[in-house]
């Protein structure tokens, strides 16, 4: 019960926050939806509910325009979210590899959650670091020229 | 009093050196300057590119102007006791970059000019007065005191600008249609949804010349009457997005935005809106959308954006190096803008080379250059002394061109009259170990997930056309795939609403064009020429060459190689996936792919 209430208070925070900043306006939907996103990891469907009455627009507008943007989630995401990127200048400077050992790193496909909450394991789309391929993002931080062998390392900063 | 520092250090903070560790780097020579008691001798500053990102994290120490680059965390302590301690260069952390050019910025090969990226890597994109002393902001003062706004149109209109985004549109007729349409509300709007994989010129500009962008949209604002603008920049650019509003901010201090531009009556606003991870918002009308807050997906035209645009108010939108070419045509003249370039291509271009060449990474050449010339006189070749084998131009939605096109002019027409078009500038080459039936599988796999589904020959056919690729990569084409792609492409072109679907099916089409017999090795004789397609080759031991060493069968993860000590091995093909470790390992060149 207590987390319950816990988690729709930090829902309902994290709407009024992002309407506090961008308005109750229709046309401030996407950032309102990248702001609430960023603050609890995915968009909750209390928090599109919440969304929906403060902005006045009905749910499967807002539902349809989260489930169009790759960087919007419906679904929760781990604690530490792991971007691969999939484009081509990574692909051909050895990022089949890159991709593979991180899979089999954290025993995820892509798209998925680890049980424990810690990571998800998701693609995006180029990131223009294309100098310094094969690149992956883990929650803020780019890596660059990652090889097979330093996937071991860099995910141990994230221990916690 | 201001504080006295004997010597700055500039590390470079640009995305790709921050992927390598910069933050840490500067967290590092703060601790260790503070350890030595030199934190008030030597000022750590943060800069933006300085040269070479892949080698990064580098940094600059000035007053001597050493370049290090390479350097880990573990590497700070020694290079400050030797550099900033004792006085001696740090030798070996300068060594690499002697070894590698960075096109964007070292001098540029005699091949190039710049134009659109002169400022970056020069001026500091924080500080506004940086870009004002490279003449910025002269061009929109001659605009707003001596030009009116059919002035202005009509140097563009000379200069024969043509948009950027890949289109070629000429920009001149854009902003008339615009200017024409009878409203009070019409919108000035910069694409700066870059989303081709491996271009990245859009980032460079962005980052390192803002206000070239804005000072580009305020003009056009200005010549086709507009008081608000917005630039679209996508989600995966945040320190891009972060550089323009900081330099909004600094244009509205100065009166260069806002009520009033410098005095007149001339009023225009600009903001910098986001997008959320879609490749489609590229796409003009799809980008009006997600400014609205909708699904990015496209809209029919007509109406043009410039009828009825944002919020269907007539809308003028470019992309974002067609707004950086603005403020020096106007300031240069149309004349000389129009002495760059072919007869129908005006100016210069940017391109992101990228894939097997020696140098990648961002130039920007004269339209008409050749492919040639890009690939070996300002990449210096392919990788590894290998053969060329095909370039592709214009990004996922560009066609594959071989080594016949080698000498063809770079403009909007030649591109694609050989079937593949300008884009936004990407371009792949590949080399001789390239499976172009893959790379066309490749890029299929990027049109058909980034399809935004609204119309079904895009979401439907791009689909089937995977699926008979994929298909015909694991070994099961069939007598008439060939046909049948041939066919959806055809479809899909005609049929798609927007770019995104009529351009998806040029690198099948064009690999067809130019590669046809490697689609019929995979179909007819199950066989992959560059020996690329794991369910058409086989590993297997060269037994004059295997000494019997035991590394591969060691390291075999599925455990399909057996033999001996001291024997030949042998590979089971039926356990074997295809993974090639085997062949790295092997320190006798001993396996083979057939």
Redesign the interface.
């Known amino acids: 019960m207590t987390n319950k209430n816990e988690k729709d208070r930090s829902i309902s925070e994290a709407v009024d926050s992002a309407i506090n900043h961008f308005g109750d306006n ?6 309102i ?2 702001h609430v996103n960023r603050i609890l990891g995915y968009l909750p469907s209390e928090a599109l509910e919440e969304i929906s009455k403060q902005l006045k627009s009905s749910r499967s507008q807002l539902f ?2 989260a489930s ?5 989630s419906t679904k929760p995401r781990g604690k530490h979210v792991i971007q691969f990127c999939e ?3 990574c ?2 400077v050895g990022g089949r590899e890159v991709w593979q050992t991180l899979k089999e790193a954290v025993n995820l496909e892509e798209d998925e959650t680890s049980p424990d909450g810690k990571w998800s394991l998701i693609t ?9 391929g094969p ?1 992956i993002v883990i929650d803020d931080d ?4 990652v090889t097979p062998e330093q996937i071991k390392d860099i995910l141990a900063k994230y221990s916690d | 009093m201001m504080k006295y520092f004997r010597t700055h250090v500039l590390v470079c903070v640009d995305p790709e050196c921050l992927s390598k560790g910069a933050h840490d780097i500067l967290d590092a020579l703060n601790d260790e300057l503070v350890a030595t008691g030199l934190i008030d001798e030597v000022q750590v500053l943060e800069t933006s590119r300085i040269g070479a990102c892949s080698l990064g994290p580098e940094m600059m120490v000035y007053p001597e102007g050493v370049h290090y680059a390479g350097m880990t965390v573990d590497d700070i302590p020694y290079i400050v006791e030797e550099h900033f301690l004792k006085g001696r260069v740090a030798q070996k952390f300068i060594l690499p970059i002697k070894q590698i050019k960075d096109e964007e910025l070292t001098a540029p090969t005699a091949k190039e000019i710049r134009v659109v990226l002169r400022n970056c890597g020069v001026i500091d994109p924080e500080n506004i007065e940086d870009y004002i002393a490279q003449d910025g902001y002269m061009a929109l003062a001659k605009v707003m005191t001596e030009m009116t706004a059919d002035d202005v149109i009509n140097e563009i209109k000379k200069s024969g600008l043509r948009g950027r985004g890949g289109a070629g549109f000429p920009t001149y007729l854009k902003w008339t249609f615009t200017k024409q349409e009878k409203n009070d509300t019409r919108f000035v709007i910069c694409n700066a949804d870059e989303g081709d994989p491996g271009a990245f010129m859009n980032r460079r500009v962005l980052e390192s010349d803002p206000h070239s962008v804005i000072e580009g949209m305020i003009i056009a604002a200005y010549a086709i009457g507009a008081r608000q603008g917005y630039i679209y920049c996508r989600a995966e650019y945040p320190i891009a997005v972060k550089t323009l509003n900081i330099a909004i901010q600094q244009a509205k201090g100065l009166g260069l935005l806002g009520e009033n531009i410098m005095g007149t009556d001339f009023s225009f606003d600009l903001e910098v809106r986001m997008g959320a991870g879609a490749f489609v918002c590229g796409e003009e009308t799809a980008l009006m959308n997600s400014i609205e807050g909708k699904r990015g997906e496209p809209r029919p035209r007509p109406p043009f954006p410039s009828v009825k645009g944002l919020w269907e108010k007539p809308s003028n939108i470019n992309n974002v190096e067609t707004y950086a070419n603005v403020p020096q045509i106007i300031l240069k003249g149309a004349e000389w803008f129009a002495s760059m370039g072919t007869e129908k291509s005006k100016g210069t271009k940017t391109f992101a080379m990228a894939g097997d060449i020696n140098h990648t990474g961002l130039i920007e050449v004269p339209m008409g250059i050749t492919l040639r010339e890009i690939i070996f006189d300002i990449g210096n070749g392919i990788r590894d002394n290998k053969e060329f084998k095909a370039i592709q131009t214009g990004g996922p939605m560009g066609g594959c061109l071989p080594k016949e096109y080698l000498d063809l002019p770079v403009d909007y027409e030649s591109l694609v009259q050989a079937g593949s078009m300008m884009g936004s500038g990407g371009m792949i080459v590949m080399d001789e170990d390239t499976c172009m039936v893959d790379i066309a599988r490749f890029f299929m796999e990027f049109t058909q997930e980034e399809s935004c589904g609204k119309c079904t020959p895009c979401r439907v056919g791009t689909k089937r056309i995977l699926d008979i690729l994929e298909r015909i990569c694991a070994g099961h084409g069939r007598q008439g795939d060939i046909e049948q792609l041939e066919m959806l492409c055809k479809e899909i072109k005609q049929d798609s609403l927007c770019g995104l679907g009529q351009g998806a099916p040029n690198p099948v089409e064009s690999t067809l064009k130019h590669f046809r017999n490697e689609y019929e090795a995979h179909i007819l004789e199950k066989r992959c020429p560059a020996k690329v397609c794991k369910a058409l080759i086989r590993y297997q031991i060269i037994e004059n060459t295997c000494t019997g060493c035991t590394v591969c069968a060691r390291n075999c993860p599925v455990n399909a190689i057996s033999g001996e000590r001291r024997q030949p091995h042998s590979i089971d093909p039926d356990i074997c996936i295809r993974c090639g470790i085997c062949v790295q390992v092997c320190n006798f060149n001993a396996i083979e792919i057939v």
């Open positions: 229709r046309e401030e939907l996407i950032p939806l990248n349809s325009v169009f943007y790759h960087m919007l484009s081509a200048p692909h051909v995006t789309s180029c990131l223009g670091l294309c100098g310094v690149v780019a890596y660059g020229n």
